[in-house]
């Protein structure tokens, strides 16, 4: 190795021990937080110091650095989220013990896809950010948490849009009747 090198290698070291070993206790927060997983937030932080410290001489300037992490340590834990939110779906979708119910009659058939069609019609018609909060909170079943990592709404924010949006849902088959009756 060179002198050049060995020397540059030396200044990466230093500048990884001085600027990003010291946040490893707000980027374990960060995770945890978001995680409610000791090992995991563990893991999630272990790895992102490896990427940095592929990455060193790539890093942001100084400033940018804790930034540059937490979004790192951020991005992980909403791809871990969404792996085990897919875990969950394959594993209803092959649990065994799932119990078996009896075929329901043509006309109940017929009156649910005819109410899941008017639901999907009512849930095209609903401005994006709506549909987007009721589509990830029912249909994928993601926590107020997750749906806040996903799409920057605040917990808060996205539980009021989706109060109103699902009482807006509920009225509208009256609000219908109602129209179709003048």
Not at 56 to 84: F, H, W
Not at 91 to 96: C, I, P, V
Not at 173 to 182: A, C, D, L, N, S
Request: negative net charge; aromatic residues 8%.
């Amino acid at each position: 190795m060179h002198l050049f090198s060995l020397h540059s290698l030396r200044r990466e070291e230093k500048r990884f021990e001085e600027h990003y070993m010291p946040m490893t206790g707000d980027l374990f927060a960060l995770a945890y937080r978001l995680l409610q997983d000791e090992e995991e937030a563990r893991d999630i932080v272990q790895d992102v110091l490896g990427k940095l410290w592929q990455l060193r001489s790539d890093l942001p300037p100084e400033g940018a650095d804790k930034p540059y992490c937490l979004t790192m340590v951020r991005n992980r834990c909403i791809d871990s989220l969404r792996q085990q939110q897919i875990i969950k779906l394959q594993r209803l979708e092959t649990d065994e013990d799932t119990p078996s119910f009896p075929e329901p009659a043509a006309d109940d058939l017929y009156a649910a896809f005819e109410a899941q069609d008017y639901l999907e019609y009512l849930l095209k018609e609903l401005p994006p950010r709506a549909r987007q909060l009721v589509e990830l909170r029912l249909r994928d079943g993601f926590s107020f948490k997750e749906i806040e990592l996903l799409t920057g709404i605040s917990e808060g924010n996205a539980r009021v849009i989706l109060t109103r949006t699902l009482q807006q849902l509920r009225q509208a088959p009256e609000q219908t009747r109602q129209h179709e009756q003048k």
